[in-house]
């Protein structure tokens, strides 16, 4: 009789040099990213010579502090305080991303775990929503939010925000692939609430998804600018602050090189502590049927 000789399977792995060149790439393409940031402190460190200097040049020659000088200067020339302007875009970015994260997370949740009668025609009307620029619904969300009372109010600025599709979306999405329907069944055979297990078992599930919406939520938020539904001048935000010392003209160029380095460090120091979460989490998370 033959003897019959098993094959052992053979498992593949990237070389060494394999694995070198890919670091190299995300290295590259890493630095090609970090570019603009890099040229936007660049930019606040050069006086006003070198910021206007023709053929321009990426990096400073004679650094300096006076354009942060002369933006604290006009913070405090100001009538209203530019502490203010900043304490506007925080409770804005704030109330409009934890306002969005909630809402967007238990509408997600019952979308996709809770059985009712035209759900999937919600989800649809979700879908083609994202379809439409904000600049569409701008004169309806004026007639709204007259009706309500609450033009020149920071609600103006805030409630919309809990109702970006967006979010719905991402969270839903990721609801369907990475929370399983037997888990949900056994805690409800387990006596659990649906407030419970929408606090207690969905969210951590889904911390990746949360943790991204954060980001993109509040990067949004603390980017607004000049609103139509804000008039006074104590309600406007940071981002309405630096549009003013912009029209100041060349002389204040180098403020407002200054001052968009100081709007960048907000939104990137929430990016990088949440970035590291949500790598963490990825590779945690998958659990399946």
Do not use: C
């Not at 003013?244 to 407002?256: D, F």
């Not at 979460?277 to 990825?282: A, S, V, Y």
Request: no cysteine.
């Amino acid at each position: 009789m033959k003897k019959i000789r098993f094959r052992k399977k053979h498992r593949l792995n990237r070389s060494a040099g394999g694995d070198m060149s890919i670091n190299i790439l995300l290295i590259v393409f890493g630095a090609f990213m970090f570019l603009p940031m890099v040229y936007a402190i660049s930019q606040s460190l050069k006086p006003l010579d070198e910021l206007w200097m023709f053929p321009p040049r990426f990096f400073v020659r004679s650094p300096t502090l006076k354009n942060f000088s002369d933006l604290f200067k006009l913070m405090s020339t100001s009538w209203v305080p530019f502490s203010r302007y900043i304490f506007n875009t925080a409770l804005v970015a704030v109330g409009g991303t934890f306002g969005h994260l909630f809402i967007a997370s238990m509408a997600s949740y019952a979308l996709t775990k809770i059985p009712f009668p035209g759900r999937n025609g919600m989800f649809q009307l979700v879908q083609k929503s994202l379809m439409f620029h904000q600049t569409v619904a701008a004169i309806s969300n004026y007639i709204i939010m007259s009706a309500l009372g609450w033009i020149d109010t920071y609600w103006a600025l805030i409630i919309p925000a809990f109702g970006s599709t967006l979010g719905l979306y991402l969270m839903k999405q990721f609801m369907d692939s990475s929370v399983p329907d037997s888990v949900l069944e056994s805690a409800r055979l387990d006596g659990a609430k649906e407030v419970t297990i929408y606090w207690k078992i969905v969210m951590p599930m889904v911390k990746p998804a949360w943790l991204t919406l954060i980001v993109y939520s509040f990067q949004g938020l603390w980017n607004t600018g000049t609103s139509t539904y804000i008039y006074s001048e104590e309600l406007k935000t940071f981002n309405y602050a630096i549009q003013q010392i912009l029209a100041g003209g060349i002389v204040r160029s180098g403020a407002a090189a200054a001052s968009t380095v100081i709007m960048m460090l907000v939104p990137i120091t929430v990016f990088v502590i949440t970035q590291s979460n949500i790598i963490e989490t990825m590779a945690s998370s998958g659990m399946k049927d």
